[in-house]
């Protein structure tokens, strides 16, 4: 019960930033990871990401590897003249679990 209690903010937090399609931007990923590791920012997490080849070195397209495992999604949008704009990546729920067990620091009184 006390482990429900504890984890209910961060169940809503969760829930708010997951879209329909059950992906998020790698903004809200970073903005979420923050509440648990201060040192967590977009920057940071682009360049993480970026050198655990989770995203592309030039743009911000997943990479193929990252597709098959589910740990993320392209996304491509079209501008208001008809063109389309380049690829992003988009987190899944599955890729956002990824990020919290690679690149959260947990403060020592919560490792258990």
């Known amino acids: 019960m006390e482990d429900n209690a504890r984890m209910l903010p961060k169940s809503v937090a969760y829930d708010s930033i997951i879209d329909t399609e059950g992906t998020m931007t790698i903004t809200q990923a970073a903005r ?28 911000n397209a997943p990479t ?11 996304i491509m949008s079209e501008r208001a003249d008809g063109k389309a704009n ?14 919290v067990s690679h690149y959260v620091r947990m403060p020592t009184q919560m490792r258990q």
Do not use: E, S
């Open 32 to 59: 979420y990871l923050a509440q648990m590791d201060r040192t967590i920012t977009r920057t940071r997490l682009f360049a993480y990401l970026r050198a655990d080849g989770i995203i592309c070195k030039q743009g």
């Open 64 to 74: 193929k590897r990252a597709i098959q495992q589910g740990l993320a999604r392209q």
């Open 86 to 99: 380049d690829p992003y990546a988009r987190l899944t729920q599955k890729g956002l679990d990824w990020c």
